[in-house]
C-alpha cells in the first residue's frame, strides 16, 4: 500500500487514511501528504509555493560577438581616412618612413577596435537593460522595462554576412533627435544601442526586452 506523510507530525500513513493514525489530525484529501512524499524537504503541513508568472528573464553580464572587432577596425578606417590618402601623398616624400607610420596606424585602429569591444558590456536585471562602455570615459546606460517603447532589430549587408545584428531601443522620453556617435564608430539616434550582437543574441535580447515591458503595462 503506498503511504504518504501526514501534514501535521510528518509520520508515514496510508495514503487513504482520513485521519493520522499518530497524531489523530484530519488529512483533508491528504495534499500536504502528498507533497512531503514528493519533496521530503517540505515541513509537515507545508505546500511548495507555485512559480510566480511575473518572474522575468534575465541575462548575466555579456559581451558583444567578437566578429564586430573587425566592422569597429572598419569603421574607425572610414573615420580616419583623410589620414591615410595623406601618408599615400607622402610616400613620394619619404616612402620609408610611410612604412613605418602606415603600420602604426593600422596597429593602433586594431589596438582601439579591440579596446573598444572589451569595454562594452551589457546586462538584463529585473528591472531593466544596463550598458556599459566607453574607452576613456565609462559611461552606463539605464534603461528600464517600463521606459522601453519599441525595440529594434538591425541588419546591414555586411551584418548578414557575418551573421551579427544591431539592437536599437527607443525610450520614453528621450532628447537624443540627431544621430549620436556610440561605440566603434556607429552612429545611431538612440544612446540604448547594441552593435555587434549575434543574431541570436539579438533575438533573445528583442524577446526579453518586449516581454518585460508588456509584463509592466499589465
Known sequence: MSQIYCSNCGQLIPHTANFCTYCGVPQHG??????RAQDPTLEPGQIPLEPTSSQKDTIPKSRLSPTVIFIFFLN????TFLLFVLLIVGAYLMPEVFILVTGLAILSLAGLAVWAYSSFVYEVTEDGLEIEFGI?????ISVPF???QNVNIERSL??????????SIETAGSTVTQPI???GG????????????TLEQAKQL???LIDGKLDEEK
Open 30 to 35: 491528504a495534499d500536504a501528504g502528498v507533497f
Open 76 to 79: 574607425y578606417f572610414k573615420i
Open 136 to 140: 576613456v570615459h565609462q559611461k552606463t
Open 146 to 148: 517600463s521606459q522601453v
Open 158 to 167: 555586411v551584418d548578414r554576412m557575418l551573421n551579427l545584428a544591431r539592437i
Open 181 to 183: 556617435q556610440v561605440i
Open 186 to 197: 556607429y552612429t545611431a539616434r538612440s544612446e540604448a544601442y547594441l552593435p555587434g550582437l
Open 206 to 208: 528583442h524577446d526579453i
